[in-house]
Structure formats: C-alpha cells, structure tokens
C-alpha cells in the first residue's frame, strides 16, 4: 500500500479520498488555490501546499505545479477526483512520465474513452448494444442526409469529444441536420478543440442508468451493481440512487455483464462508469467515465464496499479481494446533490458566508460534505457543497428517510436547493419510479 499520495481535487471529493487513506494507513498531501486556503479538506490533509490563484486554469487544472508538488512530498500516486484533471489523458501520461502512478485508467484508455465514435466501434466489437445509428465521423452534409434517412428522425447530432451534454442536438428535419451539424461543429471546436461530429437515432423518452465497474490489473473485472440517473438538469445530475427502480436481477447480470465485456475489451483498470440509455426494455451503450463518480456513494452504502479502497489497492497492483459471486445489491440507496444555488433564480450559484450550518445525521444517513459553519463558499469552482446520501431497506424506507434528512439538513447563509430536493421527494411520480431524463422539464418542478 501507499506510504502517501497527493489529491489533485477540493472540497468534499478531496476529503472523500482523504478519508479511505486515513483508514489505510496512508498520508495525505492536499493541494489548493488562494480561495480555498481555509477550506476543510486543505485542513484535513497531513500536508497543504498551495499551487496558485484561485482560477482553476491557475490551479486545480494546472498539471505542471500539481506533479511539482508530487516531486516535492515524495507523493507515490495522485487520485483525480472527478472533473478538474480526472478525465484528462495528457495529466495521465504526465503523471506515468514523472513515475507517478495516476489511480484511474492508463492514460490510452481515458484517451480512447473521450472519443465517443472510438468508444462506440469498441462496444460494437464487443458486443455490447450501443444506440442505434451510424458511427462514422460526419464529414460533409450530402452523406448526412443520406445517413439521417436511413437511421430516420429524430436523430441526435453529436460531438465526438463531447461530454456532460456539451456538443449535442436533436433535429426533426434535414434542414435542421445541416444547421445542427455547423453549431456543434462550432462548438466542439471551441470547448473540445475536436470538431468530429457524428448521427445517432435520438431516443425520446429514456432513462438513464449506468453500471459501476472495478477491475484490477490481473484482469479480474467485476461490477458492482447499477445506478439510476435520470434526474438532472440542463444535463447536471441531482438526484441518484441504487439500484434504479425499474431493475431486476436478470436485466442487471445482462447489463452488468454488458459493461465488464466493455471495460476487458478497451483493457480497463480500477474503477470506472458504463453509462447506458434505458428505452422500452432495451438498454443502449452510451459512454464510459474513466472517472470516480460523484454518486459512487449510493453504490458503496448498497454494497458496502468502499470503492476509493478498491482503487487505492488496484493502483497499488493488488488483486480484487472479491469475485462477481461475492458482490450483493441490499436495500436502496438515494443520493441528493446539495448545492449553493437559487432554485428562484433559475439556480444561479449563490457563494457567501456559511452563518449557520447543521448537517443530517442519525439511522442510514451520510452526509459527504466540504463545507462547515462560517465557511465561505467561493464562486470560482461548481456550485455543489456537499451529497447527502440515505440507506433504506427498500425504496420507501430510502425515500422516507430521505424526506427526513432534508428537514433536518440546515445551510444558512447561502441559498441551496435543498427545498427544491424537498419538492421532488413529495412528486407522486418519483415515489412511483416514473423517472426520465426529461422527469424536472415534465413535472415542473418549481421550488417550494
Ligand atoms: N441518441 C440519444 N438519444 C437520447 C439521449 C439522451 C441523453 C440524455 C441523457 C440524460 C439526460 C438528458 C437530458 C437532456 C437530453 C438528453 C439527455 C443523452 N446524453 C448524452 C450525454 C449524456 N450526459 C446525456 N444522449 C442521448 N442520445
Ligand atoms: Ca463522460
């Protein structure tokens, strides 16, 4: 195991690794910008060393000063986080030049995966059920056209390079296909610096449901169970649990084994995400996350298994202490993005002075969070301040419990979306599962 390894991330994604370390017996060196200089998980780390001002491009997305800090502490293994550097394969490579070692994926697989048309022929080799549609890079309108016929509309245009909702369209039309094709061309160039763009058929109304995988550099690959994701908005998750309400053991072994079959084919290492769209009984292969995710929490209380363990103990070139057989789904696990934001003012970031703060707590609560009473919540990085995840035995125990941990959960100070969380619980569909991805636009959901 580890002696020490820095966290290149802030906030409660820092304290989260910093807390599986702590555990482990392994010391922990954080790494912040000039905003976060008095934030938890700066405080928490053994070491804290400040590695610029407080825009991310001079800090957090700064590889250079990140792996200088590495050098500095005699750090073995950077853990990413997720967003900043997570998915970036040149901070991957960077990390394997200067003889760290990057826990998540080889930087070949994390650069295979940021391409959805190269990700999609690897699932199609595989086997693995992807969207229907036609994988080739879109190159000029005539055979756009030719393509969208023959898939027919609707159809969704994509950037290849895109990622969290960036760089994608529906159209009805082929008038429509032409303009779709120049504005994410545009765009993907810009945000990605990739303008591939590519048609599939757009599925109405889907869900949204993604398998957590581990895999160990033995090539033992195993998943740990499914989550349900279909609540976001504008393409930001809010509300995830496991497992989705709709599952059923046979669908998840078929779409479990669907992403271990994924992840063995592009040669997978540690923990990772098979994202798939879920339509009238068939499931579609959508994207893998080469990331820790955000909600791995709902799949650790269902499991209990502590994921950030396992990845520690996979970078460190141990074996999985677990096969497939040993893994089991219990009760229902709810997990809801608290964020600094105003639900009245179309969520707008809303950064301040925590004055009063009291967390959850009691039976099946666990609050992951960064914040603490008289933190001041700085407006340079993403809104969320913390996850507030429950265990039920079942579903109705999870969303009961649920409901309770958002009356007791106090922020004051900062608005937060926690009425709006309070809002959607009490929705008769959510109880009932009815969940897609179009669940907030259908049911309007206004905060209290
Ligand atoms: N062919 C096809 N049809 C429907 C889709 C639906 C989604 C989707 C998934 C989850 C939430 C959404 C919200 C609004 C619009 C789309 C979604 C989707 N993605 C891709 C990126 C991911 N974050 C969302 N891709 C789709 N692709
Ligand atoms: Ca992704």
Not at 129 to 147: F, H, K, L, N, Y
């Amino acid at each position: 195991m580890f002696k020490k390894i820095l966290i290149a991330n802030r906030g409660e994604i820092a304290i989260r690794v910093m807390r599986a370390c702590k555990e482990l017996g392994v010391s922990t060196v954080a790494v912040y910008s000039e905003a976060d200089s008095n934030a938890l998980f700066a405080k928490y780390a053994d070491e804290a060393y400040c590695i610029g001002p407080p825009p991310s491009s001079r800090s957090y997305l700064n590889i250079d000063s990140i792996i200088d800090v590495a050098r500095k502490t005699g750090a073995e293994a950077i853990h990413p986080g997720y967003g900043f550097l997570s998915e970036n394969a040149k901070f991957a490579s960077a990390c394997e030049k200067a003889g760290i070692i990057f826990i998540g994926p080889s930087s070949e697989v994390i650069e295979k995966m940021g391409s959805k048309i190269t990700a999609r022929s690897a699932m199609i080799e595989a086997g693995v059920p992807v969207v229907p549609g036609d994988g080739r890079a879109i190159e000029d309108d005539a055979t756009a056209i030719e393509i969208g016929e023959s898939i027919g509309y609707p159809l969704m245009v994509k950037a290849s390079a895109g990622g969290g909702g960036i760089g994608m369209k529906v159209v009805y039309t082929p008038e429509e296909l032409t303009r779709a094709l120049s504005s994410i061309r545009n765009v993907a160039a810009s945000t990605f610096g990739d303008s591939t763009v590519f048609i599939e058929k757009y599925l109405e109304e889907p869900r949204h449901i993604e398998i957590q995988i581990l895999a160990d550099s033995q090539g033992n690959c195993l998943y740990l169970g499914d989550r349900e994701c279909s609540i976001q908005r504008r393409h930001q998750k809010l509300i995830e649990e496991a497992p989705s309400p709709i599952m059923t053991p046979e669908l998840r072994r078929d779409m479990g084994e669907a992403a271990v079959k994924a992840a063995k084919k592009i040669g997978y290492v540690n923990a990772g995400t098979v994202e798939f769209l879920y339509s009238k009984g068939d499931y579609y292969f959508l994207e893998v996350n080469t990331r820790l995710q955000v909600e791995h929490g709902v799949t650790e209380l269902v499991t209990g298994i502590d994921i950030v363990k396992q990845q520690l103990r996979v970078a460190c070139g141990e074996k999985l202490p677990f096969t497939q057989d040993d893994i089991e789904i219990r009760g229902s696990a709810i997990e809801c993005r608290i964020n600094a934001e105003d639900p009245l003012n179309d969520f707008a970031p809303s950064p301040g002075k925590i004055r009063r703060y009291r967390s959850a707590g009691g039976p099946g609560v666990r609050v992951d969070s960064g914040v603490h009473m008289g933190y001041v919540i700085p407006p340079f990085y993403d809104s969320m301040i913390s996850k507030l995840c429950v265990w039920g035995s079942d579903r109705e125990e999870a969303i009961a419990r649920m409901k309770r941990a958002l009356y007791e959960y106090v922020v004051v100070g900062v608005k937060t979306n926690i009425p709006f969380h309070r809002t959607v619980l009490s929705i008769d569909a959510f109880a009932k599962g009815d969940l897609t991805t179009h669940f907030i636009d259908d049911h309007d959901v206004l905060s209290a």
